[in-house]
């Protein structure tokens, strides 16, 4: 280690290369996540071309491989004329000058979503190849890019009719360890941004697979609450939902419809970019609402007698998509998933609560229906405190007697190395506790299937042994009473069969966290253990396969003269603490999946099919993959 530290050692990055050497302080991260953030910064310039009125027609294009992605609009074009300052063409610094872009100044753009000026420029760094296409002024342009760098200058390559941009652009396998696009979550993205802007038609080819979509809906957010309370499958309260569309500086859409579900699913945009992470908007929604509620139930005396209602109960089973357009958005980080404007809760409280309040008033019969589902989630709450009182007391700070007398807790709990596998069967449980590093790794074994929980409440799901076990043994509370900072491991690690009934219960326990603990996922605490299924021997050498097609792919590469010896593992049972160790406990030779959720309206739609009560939503999605099936494990 050098023991001098002078001005040499000071390293100073230049132009893009700061994007290069740290992508995910701009993209959030290479994995599946940030290479599609690349999309949505493209996107993101088309669409605001859309919402200014100079764009009506977006298109893009997922190439055969699958890897490259060209997305072009019938806007003005990116100028291609030189600039003052740089004595480069606008065009050249847009792609390649970190904070370049038209929209700092507030005759350019109305509104916008790439406010930072980094979006373009980021996406090139990030790309192998990126190709500029731009039409205006009677002349088609072209240029080149290669790791962000101008591969030749501006070309003018020949007359052009009307106005627009077009961006190719390849991602860089140097930076992305994947660098395969997922046609489902672009065609997602782009009927959502459908949706946001009507009227503007957004097309979608996917030539991975012939299939080509084209997206406008004339009403917008009412169309997509359709959308979105259809796929999530819970009876709607009411049949009307509210819709509000106002402008008070900063303008406002908003639909809402209560349902039957279990908890809020509220979806909210700034500029039409989603921010999953919410926001002063999503505060401000939430603090309208709120007052409006209260405020009829007070006017029309309907408060219940022997419960208080909480802010929760108002909200639950609620629905809601919130899109707001202001000048000056303040995101936090690139990624622009979280609104940090002071100013946009009171705007969009000054515009929810007075709005919301006018149409309960005038919707009478439907208000009654909305106050006594608000009621029935409040009473509820209520049966359930003491089954939830029950698991906080039970938890970390209650010492470790009261813990699950089945779980094998590691020595050292609360540390952000420490893992609690979640095991099928006492069988395999005991091979665990046996093969585990005691000091990081706790085991927790189930018997059989746990409960579904799609559908159920929380007071329904703690009155199951094994799951109230397992949030005991987590320690964080679930519902109302989550709290990550009370987690007892850094990660809760799904170790199921490798066999359609481990698959199962994999489902079952993913479900349970989706609906009830949904934060552990949102902070990338839950994983999914990776089990051999098959040990191949070839001589003196061993090797583990996951299924049959890594079975089959090991045999007919590494098998030479010696003939290979297969054993199938019925379960985790059959392996010996040892082999159990080295494949899939072992931090340095296992394999985990994190679980991730890319899409939650996606997710909402697979998970109401698979695990709800509606039996022909699974008999359908069985009947439209009977052709994928290659073998059934029965």
């Not at 039409?272 to 007052?291: D, M, Q, V, W, Y």
């Not at 809601?320 to 940090?340: A, C, M, W």
């Not at 208000?367 to 007391?393: C, F, K, M, N, T």
């Amino acid at each position: 280690m050098a023991t001098s530290y002078t001005a040499k050692d000071i390293t100073v990055l230049e132009g893009l290369e700061p994007v290069r050497k740290r992508p995910g302080m701009y993209i959030g991260g290479v994995g599946s996540s940030g290479l599609h953030h690349l999309v949505w910064e493209t996107l993101d310039n088309s669409i605001d071309e859309a919402m200014n009125g100079h764009a009506s027609n977006i298109r893009v294009t997922l190439h055969k491989d699958g890897s490259s992605i060209t997305i072009e609009d019938d806007g003005r074009g990116i100028p291609v004329d030189v600039h003052a300052k740089t004595k480069k063409s606008a065009l050249e610094v847009i792609f390649t000058v970190l904070h370049a872009g038209g929209k700092f100044e507030a005759g350019n753009y109305k509104t916008a979503g790439g406010l930072h000026g980094v979006g373009a420029s980021v996406v090139n760094a990030l790309s192998r190849e990126l190709v500029a296409t731009v039409k205006r002024d009677g002349h088609q342009y072209e240029m080149t890019f290669r790791q962000g760098r101008p591969a030749g200058g501006l070309k003018k390559v020949g007359p052009a009719r009307g106005t627009g941009t077009s961006v190719f652009f390849k991602p860089d396998p140097q930076i992305f360890p994947k660098v395969e696009f997922e046609a489902a979550i672009i065609r997602e993205r782009l009927e959502i941004a459908s949706y946001l802007h009507r009227g503007v038609k957004v097309s979608f080819d996917d030539e991975t697979s012939g299939q080509r979509d084209v997206f406008q809906h004339a009403e917008g957010l009412v169309d997509y609450l359709k959308k979105i309370v259809g796929g999530r499958g819970a009876k709607a309260v009411h049949e009307a939902p509210f819709a509000l569309e106002k402008e008070n500086g900063t303008k406002i859409e908003l639909v809402l419809q209560w349902t039957e579900a279990t908890d809020e699913h509220l979806r909210s945009y700034v500029n039409g970019i989603p921010t999953g992470s919410g926001g002063t908007h999503e505060n401000g929604f939430r603090a309208g609402l709120g007052k409006a509620v209260r405020n009829y139930i007070e006017t029309h005396n309907l408060s219940p007698k022997g419960v208080t209602l909480s802010a929760e109960d108002i909200r639950e089973g609620l629905t809601g998509i919130l899109s707001v357009f202001i000048q000056e958005p303040q995101f936090q980080g690139q990624t622009k998933d979280r609104l940090n404007n002071p100013e946009v809760m009171s705007a969009v409280d000054g515009l929810v609560r007075p709005g919301l309040e006018h149409w309960l008033n005038h919707n009478q019969s439907i208000a009654e229906a909305i106050v006594a589902r608000i009621i029935l989630s409040a009473r509820a709450r209520e049966a359930s405190r003491a089954a939830q009182a029950e698991v906080v007391r039970k938890g970390p700070t209650a010492g470790r007697v009261n813990l699950p007398g089945k779980l094998a807790d590691c020595t050292n709990p609360g540390s952000i190395t420490s893992e609690l596998f979640v095991v099928e069967g006492d069988s395999a449980g005991g091979s665990a506790k046996q093969g585990r590093d005691r000091a990081r790794q706790a085991i927790l074994p189930l018997r059989g299937k746990v409960l579904n929980t799609e559908g159920v409440s929380t007071a329904k799901v703690l009155e199951n042994k094994e799951l109230s076990d397992l949030v005991t043994a987590l320690g964080c509370g679930v519902g109302k009473n989550f709290d990550l900072g009370r987690m007892r491991y850094g990660k809760m690690i799904i170790l199921a069969d490798a066999d359609s009934d481990g698959h199962h219960i994999a489902t079952l326990l993913l479900t349970f966290i989706y609906r009830h603990l949904p934060q552990l996922m949102t902070a990338g605490r839950v994983y999914l253990a990776q089990p051999p299924l098959y040990r191949i021997d070839l001589g003196k050498e061993t090797y583990w396969a996951l299924d049959e097609a890594q079975k089959a792919q090991i045999i007919s590469t590494k098998a030479g003269r010696a003939k290979p010896e297969i054993t199938r593992f019925k379960g985790l049972g059959e392996m010996m603490p040892k082999v159990l160790w080295e494949t899939t406990l072992n931090p340095r030779t296992r394999r985990l999946l994190r679980v991730e959720v890319v899409d939650q309206l996606v997710t909402d739609r697979v998970i109401n099919e698979l695990m709800g009560k509606d039996a022909s939503a699974r008999f359908r999605f069985i009947m439209d993959r009977a052709e994928d099936a290659v073998e059934l494990d029965v």
